[in-house]
């Protein structure tokens, strides 16, 4: 089998997700050759874990014997969907962010109108298309979500209630019990918009594309000359930081917006250390299973060292965490928003197939070392806390209110109202 590796990279996506949360739309009979190509599947991933992943010992978990109860699960499986369910259970088991099955791919993307965040302890929604049935069903931006298809999120689980929803268990329609700002609790019934997909050359190709849609590099806004706003997208190559980084230019204040920032590649992750501090800095120390080495900075020749504020929020991922607790340590600058994902390793990705006449392309991301912080800190399960802790409310959101830039600048001497902050930046791309 052919493998994929993502070179340099820590990336932070959402765990595949465990045993379904809600039940399949409906189970399709499957034949001998279905059941066989699941056996197949799940017999190679767990190869492929037992071969690359950084902990022998897996966290103590029995990986043979949990191998052995998920092939007996495929033996009875109704459907391809619960099959798939059962691989992805699997690898969930060993309860790591940056282990993930990655599923044959769809004939048809799913969209249902609307995104959800976790916003300090609790869930809402934080964009709605408005050509879709969850606008006319009446769903809101700040809208607090209580439960979709009664299981109410929580920060332990929302990547898991994402996955089972949008990639291993999609249904025509979900239930949305929500909570608006005035209070008033209802129910809703919204309907999925499947568009089906072009065909694909590889999965790594598709997951480059998925990784990029729609998301530009950087956005930026200012209040005036001395000071710059930067949003960073993603952490991409060295070049593409250096671009971002001119932004700033002679700014006697930076902020840098991290929120919704999954990761990215370590080379761009330690360029942008390299411009914000004017000293060599140990970055964070990449562990794997054979060898140790240190990920480590020096300095641009003109890096900016004028004032640093750090936006994060629940997803602020892997690279994103890594530089605000760097920022942090170092007393370099403050950081302000939510606590981040906590979501910090490093990983490879696998490109598999399995099939005769017809192959069918599925794959496995596999954490390869585990990345720990300067003075001895995990920061996977655990994340950033902010200096300054702000959560939006669900009027801030149902306005546009940005209340951590507007701390932020006030931070920096710079006093401004949540309204104000909110026009800075250009709104997110949002809504699925």
């Keep these: 089998m052919r493998h994929c ?6 990336i932070i996506l959402a765990a595949a997700a465990a045993a379904p949360l809600c039940a399949p739309v409906s189970a399709q009979t499957i034949g001998a050759y279905e059941r066989g190509r699941g056996h197949n599947m799940l017999r190679t991933v767990r190869e492929r874990l037992e071969k690359h992943y ?15 109860r998920a092939d007996s699960q495929i033996g009875v499986a109704r459907s391809n969907g619960e099959i798939i369910r059962v691989i992805a259970g699997f690898v969930q088991g060993l309860d790591d962010s940056h282990t993930w099955f990655s599923p044959p791919r769809r004939v048809a993307d799913v969209e249902y109108g609307f995104e959800m965040q976790m916003i300090g302890d609790s869930c809402y929604v934080v964009a709605v298309d408005p050509e879709t049935d969850a606008a006319s069903k009446g769903l809101h931006v700040g809208d607090r979500v209580l439960a979709l298809d009664r299981y109410a999120p929580s920060r332990a689980d929302f990547s898991l209630l994402e996955n089972a929803v949008y ?3 999609r249904r025509p329609t979900v239930q949305l019990d929500v909570e608006g700002a005035d209070g008033s609790r209802r129910t809703l019934e919204i309907r999925a918009k499947f568009t089906k997909r072009p065909r694909m050359t590889d999965l790594a190709t598709l997951l480059r594309e998925l990784e990029l849609s729609g998301r530009e590099l950087f956005a930026e806004g200012a209040l005036d000359q001395d000071v710059s706003i930067l949003r960073l997208a993603w952490f991409g190559a060295r070049s593409d930081i250096d671009r971002v980084m001119d932004r700033a230019g002679k700014a006697g204040t930076l902020i840098l917006d991290l929120r919704g920032n999954p990761g990215g590649l370590e080379d761009g992750l330690v360029r942008l250390v390299g411009h914000v501090f004017d000293r060599h800095i140990v970055v964070a120390t990449i562990r794997g299973r054979r060898d140790t080495r240190a990920l480590e900075s020096r300095p641009v020749k003109h890096p900016f060292t004028g004032a640093l504020l750090v936006l994060i929020d629940s997803r602020s991922g892997s690279s ?8 942090q340590r170092e007393g370099r600058g403050a950081v302000v928003g939510d606590r981040s994902a906590g979501a910090v390793k490093r990983s490879m990705f696998f490109e598999e197939a399995t099939g005769a006449a017809t192959l069918t392309l599925y794959g496995l991301w596999v954490t390869v070392a585990d ?10 399960g655990r994340g950033v806390e902010p200096d300054a802790l702000v959560l939006p409310t669900s009027a801030d959101l149902a306005a ?11 931070m920096a001497g710079y006093p401004t109202d949540a309204a104000r902050a909110g026009t800075l930046l250009p709104r997110r791309d949002r809504g699925r």
């Excluded at 994103?320 to 920022?327: G, K, P, T």
């Design 400 to 410: 546009g209110r940005d209340p951590a830039l507007a701390m932020a600048l006030t």
């Design 167 to 169: 990639e291993l268990n």
């Design 54 to 68: 950084y902990d022998s010992s897996f966290h103590g978990l029995d990986l043979r014997a949990a191998a052995a």
């Design 371 to 380: 990345v720990i912080m300067p003075d001895g800190v995990h920061l996977e």
């Design 5 to 10: 590796a993502v070179t340099g990279c820590i």
């Design 320 to 327: 994103s965490e890594i530089f605000a607790y760097l920022v």
